[in-house]
Each structure stands twice: as C-alpha cells, then as structure tokens.
C-alpha cells in the first residue's frame, strides 16, 4: 500500500467521509464532551475561573495510530476519449497534514462502471481528522461518480488476514 502526501497526485475528491460511520470518534467532539463533564456543578464552576489562557495539548496528539479499513466502491466513468488507468485514493488528514493511500488500480474505458476494493491501512501521526473518497489518473475533462460505496473498519489487521 503507498502512501503519498496530497500535494503529490491531483485527484479528484469524490466524497467526504463521516468519521463517526467508519467507527473513528472525532477527537474535536470528544475534547468538548471532556469540558462540558468538567464544567457541572460547583467544583466545575470553580475550575472555570482558575482556567489559565495558555492551551495545552492532549499527550495523545501526536502519538501514532493504526486504522484498517474495508473499502470497495462502485463508480461510473464519463472519460474524453481513451481508457485511463485509475485509481481510487482515500484521502486523509491527521497532525501531519494531509495524505492519500491508494487503494486500487483498474484500466477503464468510456462510460463504463467499475468496482474497486480492497484493505486499506494508514499510519496517522495523531487522530485522524477527516477521510474523504478520491480518483486518480483523470484529466481536467474526465467524469467519475460513485454510485456504491462501502467503507468499515476492519476489525482484523491485514497481515493477520493474510496469514489465515
């Protein structure tokens, strides 16, 4: 699996992803839920007041994490007027910046549909932040559209998958 800084490969960014549908919270939901539990009764009240304006960072930031996922996606091309080679990316943002790991390569011709799946696993420096669905390999007048598409996390790490 490759994994490439996003302003490597131009892409064409098909659809955002929830983080809460892939079974990843959202560390910017979860930080507010700390301070509202932080903030109830009188002792919340008091640490309110004594709050200091510097902001500090969970520990947790910057650590690295693992995430495996199960993607397949159907999509239709509208191409100009050759087959492409394709490729279907997902896109990712963390403390490091963004990425794209590329999930699958297929040769397409005009106005076909296409499915391409496959394990995809990321190393993030810190949470992950956003996850969006992506193409590469079209030019500027190219069409691509997803008319399917299944994210999940694995439960089981790829390496094990293989062995079995």
Known sequence: MS?????????????AVPLSQVGVDN???????ETK????????K??????????VEPIH???KQRY??????????????????VTLCLSYTDAAGEHVALVEEQLVEDKSSSM????VEIETKGPLLALKVACAGLQAEDRCYIEDLSIKRAEVDVTERAAV
């Open 68 to 85: 495996t996922f199960n993607m397949a996606a159907w999509l239709r091309f509208g191409l100009s007027d050759e087959n492409r080679l």
């Open 46 to 55: 008091v640490k309110i007041g004594l709050k200091s304006k510097s902001k």
């Open 116 to 119: 391409l799946s496959s394990f």
């Open 61 to 63: 930031s910057k650590r």
């Open 3 to 15: 994994v490439l800084p996003r302003s490597a490969i131009r892409l064409l960014e098909l659809q």
């Open 27 to 33: 560390p910017e939901l979860s930080a507010g839920d």
């Open 37 to 44: 539990k932080s903030t109830r009764g009188l002792l919340g």
